[in-house]
C-alpha cells in the first residue's frame, strides 16, 4: 500500500504547479486549467484521508468540491468569453483595471 | 409816479442782456441785436429823465425817495459796538435822490449815446451780439451800484462792473495782450475790494445797518460813542478815519487811482467804445460816488479827507506827466482819464464833493467825446490800411496820423471842442469844474488853514499845465500838419458813419454847455446873477465838515487871481504844444534826445509796470512755485510714501502668506501624496499580482509555522 505521506508529496508538487500555473501564465484559460489543477490537488488529499481514516465523507466531499469546480469552470469560461468580447484577446495583462 | 418804479431803470438793461445773451447770436441779425440792446438803455434814460423831473417838483429836503422791493439777507441779532444788538438786514432797495439823480443821468445819458455810436464801431467785428450783451450787463450793474438804497447793493453793482470791465476789456478775447489786460483790471479791482469790503464791515459794527438813510442819520450819535468793543475803545472821529480810508481803498482799485491806477491804460485793450463808457465816463467814477455818497462820515474824518486829496493830486500830476510822452492815442486819452479822475478825488478831499461829482459830469462828456472821437480815428485809419493792404501798421499810433483836420472834420471839431473843454479854456464845462477843484484846494488852504492843501493845489495846477500841452499835443499830432502817411491811404480816410458821428456832436455839445450847470457864484455874480444850478442841487445830498472853522474870508480878488491863474497855466500848456508840435516840430525831437533818459522813464511810465511785475506778480509767482513744491514733495510725498508703504507691506504679507501658510499645508498634502506613493506601487491590478501576494503570505505563514 502507497504510504499517504507520498500521496501528500504528490499532491503538493500538484498544487504547486497549480499555484505556479495561476501566477506565471497570462492566459486566462490556462490560469483557469491550473486553477483546475490546485483544486485537484485538494482532491487527492481529501480522498487520501479518507482512505487513511476509513472516513468516506472525505470522498463525498471530493465529489462535491469537483461539482462544484464544475460550475465553477461555467462561470469562469463565460468571464472568459465577456473578457473577449471586450478586449479582443484574453491574455490577462490587459485587464489591469484594478491597478489604484 | 414814475419814482416808485426807478427799479426798472437798472432791470431794462439786464433785459437786454438776457435777450442778446442767450438768443442774440443765432437768432437775431445785428439790426435786430443793435435795437434790443439800445432800446433797453433807451428806456432807462427815458424812466430816469421822468423820474428825476418828478423829484425836481418835490420840496429840497424831501427829495430822498427809497423804493423797498424786498428783503433780501436777514439774519439774526448780533452783539456789536456800543452795545448795540442790530440784525443784519439787508433789503433789496433802491434809493433815488440828488445825487443819485445826477449820477443816474449821466451813466444813462452817456451810455445810451456810446450804445448807438458802437453800433457803427462794432458792426463789423465778430461777436456783435456778445459785445451788446455785456454792455447792457455793464449798464445793468452801474445802475444798480447808482441807484442801490444801502451800501451791499452798491457792492452787487460794485463787483457787477468789475466783471463787465473784465468781459469788455478781454472782449478781443483770442488777442493775448487783451485777455492779459482784462484780468490786470479784475485782479487790480479786486486788490481795492478787499479795502472796500473791510470798510463796510466797519460800517455795519459801528452803525448796525448798511442802509444810506440809517447809516447817515446816526452817524452824530456814533460820533459822540466812538467804537466800544469790551474794553477796546477808539475815538469817533479815528473811527471815521478808518472807515474813510478803507472805503477809500476800495476807490482806488475802481477809480484807478495810485497806487492801483496801472489797469486803466492797459484797459484800451478793449473796443474804443468800451473805452469811452467804461473808463471814462461810468465804472471809474464809482469810487467818487461812493464817496461823495459817504460824505457823511468822510466829513467827520479829517486824516481821511487828506489821504483822499493827496493821493487825488500825486495821481493827478503824475499820470499827467507820463501822459505827455505816449504816442498811442488812446494812450494818452488813458493817461489823461487816470489825472481827470485824480483831480476829481482832490475835490473830494477838500470836502467839495459837489465840485467832483461836477468834474464827473463834465469829464463824462468831454472825456467821452475824445475817445469817441478817437474812436472814429482809429476806424478811418484802420479802414485805410485795410484797403492798402497795411496789416503791420498800427493804426493807434499818432506819429502815422496828421493833417486829419481836412479829412475828418466832424471829428475834428467835436475833438478839438472836448480838447478845449479838458485843457480849462474859460467858457467850455472842463473850465468850470477844474476851476472849482483848485480854488477849493486853494480855500481849504486860505480861509481854513489847512496848509497841506497848498502842496494839493500846486500839485493839481502843474497837472493842468501838462494837461493842456499833451491834450493840445494830441490835436497837433493828429489834426494839424500833413498826413504822414502814404497818398493811397490818404484816399481811403474818410468821415465815419452817421451813427458814429451824432453821438460825437451829442457829447460835443455836452462838452460845451454841461459846464453852465455849475456856473461858478462868483461869475454869477457879475454875470446876470446866473445861480449854480448843481450845488443847489446837489446840497441836501451832501453833508458838509463841521471841522473846518474859517479863520477869514477869501476876498473877490483873491479867488479872481486863482481863476486867472489856472487860464494861464491852460494857455502856457497850450503855448509850448503849440510851439513843439505847430511851429518848431524839429524841437520834440531835439528835446527827447537831449533828455533821452528822462523821456526814456517818462515814456515807459515811470516802469511802474515792471515794478510792480518785480513785487507782487513776481512775488506771487515764486509764492506759488514754492507752493507747488510744497505740494509735489511734502503732499505728494505723504500720500506717494503711504503708498509705497502699503506696497511694502502687502508684499511681506504675500510672501509670508506663500511661503510660510502655503508652504505647511502643502508639506502636509506632499507628505500625504509622498506615502501614497510608497504603496500606489502594490496597486498593479493585476489579479495575478495579489494572488502572488497571497501566496507569498501563505509561503510566510507555512514558514512561520514550520520554523518557529
Partial sequence: MIPISHVLIYSVILFSIGVLGVLIRRNALIMLMSLELMMNAANVNLIAFSRYLDNVAGQVFAIFVMCVAASEVAIGLAIAVALYRNKNSIQIDHFNELKG | ?708
Fill in chain 2, 1 to 708: 409816479m414814475f419814482m416808485k418804479y426807478i427799479w426798472l431803470v437798472p432791470l431794462f438793461p439786464f433785459i437786454g442782456t438776457f435777450i442778446n445773451g442767450l438768443v442774440g447770436r443765432k437768432r437775431f441779425s445785428k439790426k435786430t441785436v443793435a435795437a434790443i440792446a439800445n432800446t433797453t438803455v433807451a428806456l432807462s434814460f427815458i424812466l430816469m429823465v421822468l423820474s428825476v423831473f418828478e423829484l425836481a417838483k418835490l420840496p429840497a429836503e424831501a427829495r430822498n425817495v427809497t423804493v423797498h422791493l424786498f428783503d433780501w439777507i436777514n439774519v439774526g441779532a448780533a452783539h456789536i459796538s456800543n452795545n448795540l444788538n442790530a440784525v443784519f438786514n439787508v433789503a433789496w432797495e433802491f434809493k433815488l435822490d440828488p445825487l443819485s439823480a445826477v449820477m443816474g443821468l449821466v451813466v444813462t445819458g452817456v451810455g445810451f449815446v456810446i450804445h448807438i455810436y458802437s453800433i457803427g464801431y462794432m458792426w463789423e467785428e465778430e461777436g456783435f451780439a456778445r459785445y451788446f450783451a455785456y454792455l447792457n450787463l455793464f449798464m445793468g450793474s452801474m445802475l444798480i451800484l447808482v441807484l442801490g438804497g444801502n451800501y451791499l447793493m452798491m457792492f452787487i453793482g460794485w463787483e457787477g462792473v468789475g466783471l463787465c470791465s473784465y468781459l469788455l476789456i478781454g472782449y478781443y478775447f483770442d488777442k493775448k495782450f487783451a485777455s492779459d489786460a482784462g484780468k490786470k483790471a479784475f485782479i487790480v479791482n479786486r486788490v481795492g475790494d478787499f479795502g472796500f469790503v473791510i470798510g463796510l464791515m466797519f460800517i455795519f459794527v459801528a452803525f448796525g445797518s448798511l442802509n444810506f438813510d440809517q447809516v447817515f442819520s446816526r452817524v452824530a450819535e456814533v460820533y459822540q460813542m466812538g467804537f466800544n468793543y469790551g474794553n477796546w475803545h477808539i475815538s469817533g472821529q479815528m473811527l471815521f478815519n478808518i472807515i474813510g480810508v478803507c472805503l477809500f481803498i476800495g476807490a482806488t482799485g475802481k477809480s484807478a487811482q495810485i497806487p492801483l491806477y496801472v489797469w486803466l491804460p492797459d484797459a484800451m485793450a478793449g473796443p474804443t467804445p468800451v473805452s469811452a463808457l467804461i473808463h471814462a465816463a461810468t465804472m471809474v467814477t464809482s469810487g467818487l460816488y461812493m464817496i461823495a455818497r459817504s460824505s457823511a462820515i468822510y466829513s467827520n474824518a479829517p486824516i481821511a479827507l487828506m489821504v483822499v486829496g493827496l493821493v487825488g493830486a500825486t495821481t493827478a500830476l503824475f499820470s499827467a506827466i507820463i501822459g505827455t510822452a505816449q504816442y498811442d492815442i488812446k494812450k494818452v486819452l488813458a493817461y489823461s482819464t487816470v489825472s481827470q479822475l485824480g483831480y476829481m478825488f482832490m475835490a473830494m478831499g477838500a470836502a467839495a464833493y459837489w465840485a467832483g461829482i461836477f468834474h464827473v459830469m463834465t469829464h463824462a462828456f468831454f472825456k467821452a467825446c475824445l475817445f469817441l472821437g478817437s474812436g472814429s480815428i482809429i476806424h478811418a485809419m484802420h479802414h485805410a490800411y485795410h484797403k492798402t493792404n497795411e496789416h503791420h501798421k498800427d493804426p493807434q499810433d499818432m506819429r502815422n496820423m496828421g493833417g486829419l483836420r481836412k479829412l475828418m472834420p466832424t471829428t475834428y471839431w467835436t475833438f478839438l471842442i472836448a480838447t478845449l473843454a479838458i485843457a480849462g479854456i474859460p467858457g467850455f464845462s472842463g473850465f468850470f469844474s477844474k476851476d472849482e477843484i483848485l480854488w477849493k484846494n486853494a480855500e481849504m488852504a486860505l480861509v481854513y488853514g489847512h496848509k497841506i492843501y497848498w502842496f494839493y493845489w500846486l500839485l493839481g495846477a502843474i497837472a493842468a499845465g501838462f494837461t493842456a500841452f499833451y491834450m493840445f499835443r494830441l490835436v497837433f499830432m493828429t489834426f494839424f500838419g500833413e498826413f504822414k502817411g502814404t497818398e493811397e491811404e490818404k484816399k481811403h480816410i474818410h468821415e465815419s458813419p452817421k451813427v458814429m458821428t451824432w453821438p460825437l456832436i451829442i457829447l460835443a455839445a455836452g462838452a460845451l454847455l454841461g459846464g453852465y450847470l455849475g456856473f461858478p457864484q462868483l461869475l454869477g455874480k457879475y454875470l446876470g446873477h446866473i445861480p449854480n444850478m448843481l450845488e443847489e442841487w446837489l446840497e441836501p445830498a451832501l453833508r458838509h465838515p463841521h471841522f473846518l472853522r474859517a479863520t477869514h474870508h477869501a476876498s473877490e480878488a483873491v479867488e479872481f487871481g486863482f481863476m486867472g491863474l489856472s487860464i494861464l497855466i491852460a494857455l502856457i500848456g497850450i503855448g509850448i504844444a503849440y510851439l513843439f508840435y505847430i511851429k518848431r516840430p524839429d524841437l520834440p525831437e531835439k528835446f527827447v534826445n537831449t533828455f533821452s533818459g528822462v523821456f526814456h522813464v517818462v515814456h515807459n511810465k515811470f516802469f511802474v509796470d515792471e515794478i510792480y511785475e518785480a513785487m507782487f506778480v513776481q512775488a506771487t509767482k515764486n509764492l506759488g512755485t514754492y507752493l507747488w513744491g510744497f505740494d509735489v514733495w511734502v503732499v505728494d510725498g505723504i500720500v506717494n510714501g503711504a503708498r509705497h508703504f502699503t506696497i511694502m507691506v502687502s508684499e511681506a504679507s504675500g510672501y509670508f502668506d506663500r511661503i510660510v501658510v502655503d508652504g505647511l499645508v502643502n508639506i502636509v498634502g506632499q507628505t500625504v501624496e509622498g506615502i501614497g506613493y510608497l504603496f500606489r506601487r502594490v496597486q498593479t491590478g493585476y489579479v495575478q499580482t495579489y494572488a502572488f501576494v497571497m501566496a507569498l503570505g501563505f509561503i510566510v505563514l507555512i514558514g512561520y509555522y514550520i520554523f518557529r
